[in-house]
């Protein structure tokens, strides 16, 4: 495995982009790959198998891209998929999972909310990581179902957002809440929205920063990251169900003119 091969990351349409852009700007050297895998978006609703099957696709795709490790920038993947993942293949497989360890730390009310899909809220994975991390805190729960929609179609800042924010963060307030996990990486685009109707006093925890450590102490553990610094990295940008709107919102959210591929079938 070179240094030189790049860095695959994929979540189920154009939330993970939130987990890329964390990347670049602490990996500028990487060469970056990025799936949306926009034609089966949401995830959250979909079946353990049919995402796994998706995952594994998707991961074989990046291991012929040349990819040396691949991060899973999508909470629902992580649940249904990352142990088949690390099981089947050989490279460091990063992956998302609700923040509830910091937040159960910085919680002064003891009440956390978390944000995140039905699938990742009703996962083995959630219930073993809150048994573990959410000691002497209440953990409300609550799936959000319209707010990857609302992402996808680029409704983050609009009266539309406003309204089905409203919806899901305005009973958490009411338990007492005081801090918010975003267990869905399609949410920290809608995070200005939910801060303004949460008010100043709630903290709002996006793990993406962290993951990106992650994957860079990953690759200096493995000796993959890119010894190349006068090389400036190259982002790479595929979606099996293409078009013009895939293709605008991911600029919009990326914030310049990029050109997706069509993932093979
Ligand atoms: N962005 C995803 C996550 O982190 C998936 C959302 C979905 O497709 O339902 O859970």
């Known amino acids: 495995m070179s240094q030189e091969n790049p860095v ?36 959250g609703e979909k079946s353990t198998s049919f995402i796994e099957t998706r995952a594994i696709l998707i991961t074989e795709f990046f291991i012929r891209q040349q990819a040396k490790a691949v991060v899973v920038a999508c909470n629902t993947a992580t649940s249904a998929a990352v142990e088949t993942l690390r099981a089947r293949f050989d490279i460091p497989i990063i992956a998302m999972e609700p923040a509830i360890k910091p937040a159960a730390q910085q919680t002064r009310s003891n009440v956390i909310g ?22 002497g805190v209440k953990i409300v729960v609550q799936p959000c179902p319209g707010w990857v929609e609302l992402v996808e179609h680029g409704n983050i800042n609009n009266e539309e957002a406003h309204i089905l924010v409203d919806r899901y963060v305005t009973p958490l307030l009411e338990k007492g809440v005081d801090t918010l996990v975003l267990g869905c990486t399609h949410y920290p685009f809608l995070k200005n929205t ?16 962290a993951v990106a450590r992650e994957l860079q102490r990953r690759l200096h553990h493995h000796q993959l990251l890119n010894p190349d610094k006068s090389k ?34």
């Open 232 to 265: 400036k990295g190259e982002d790479t940008f595929w979606s099996s169900g293409n078009s013009a709107q895939v293709t605008a919102i991911i600029s919009a959210l990326w914030g310049e003119n990029v050109t997706i591929n069509n993932l093979p079938a």
């Open 114 to 135: 978390v944000l995140a899909t039905s699938g990742t809220l009703s996962s083995e994975r959630f219930a073993n990581l809150t048994a573990r991390h959410g000691n």
């Open 8 to 43: 695959a990351v994929f979540d189920s349409g154009v939330g993970g982009l939130s987990v890329l852009r964390e990347i670049r700007n602490l990996l500028p050297h990487e060469d970056l790959l990025y799936v949306a895998d926009s034609a089966h978006v949401p995830y």
């Open 194 to 209: 939910i801060q303004k109707i949460a008010g100043s006093n709630v903290t709002i925890i996006d793990p993406s920063p």
